[in-house]
């Protein structure tokens, strides 16, 4: 922040900047959506669709916060680095691994065979994703 800045000032261009990310996000989604309604069947959307829904509600739970929480430390040293790398790393795993292992389960309950393998094949998004959160921040 620089000297004159204002605190107000500051806030308000990260809220800008929050909303520009989050909304742009929300308008590529849509957009994948809309592409993606076009070009599958009914019964090939609707198992993309509830494959999106189980990563989507996952997610919550697999990102807890490692690097916000690193973020809001006034004096970050590298042992906080390493430890918020490696519990993303772990967490990452485990529901890599736990998704991998409940597709099945989520399929029967959903009722859709084919979502088993779309599952499978999307749970490695969490093991990226966690690659990224404590190396971005």
Not at 10 to 26: D, H
Not at 32 to 38: D, E, G, K, T
Not at 95 to 116: C, E, G, H, P, Q
Request: net charge positive; hydrophobic share 55%.
């Amino acid at each position: 922040m620089k000297k004159n800045e204002s605190l107000t000032h500051s806030t308000f261009k990260g809220l800008f900047w929050m909303f520009c990310g989050t909304g742009s996000q929300a308008i590529l989604q849509f957009l994948v959506m809309i592409l993606l309604a076009r070009l599958l069947s009914p019964s090939d959307f609707g198992i993309v669709n509830a494959a999106m829904v189980v990563i989507s509600f996952t997610t919550v739970f697999s990102m807890i916060g490692v690097g916000p929480a690193l973020i809001q430390r006034p004096k970050l040293t590298d042992s906080h680095i390493r430890s918020g790398f490696t519990l993303t790393i772990l967490l990452s795993i485990f529901f890599t691994t736990l998704l991998y292992f409940s597709s099945s389960s989520i399929a029967v309950f959903f009722r859709m065979n084919d979502l088993k393998i779309i599952l499978q094949t999307m749970s490695l998004v969490f093991l990226l994703k966690g690659f990224s959160v404590v190396l971005s921040h």
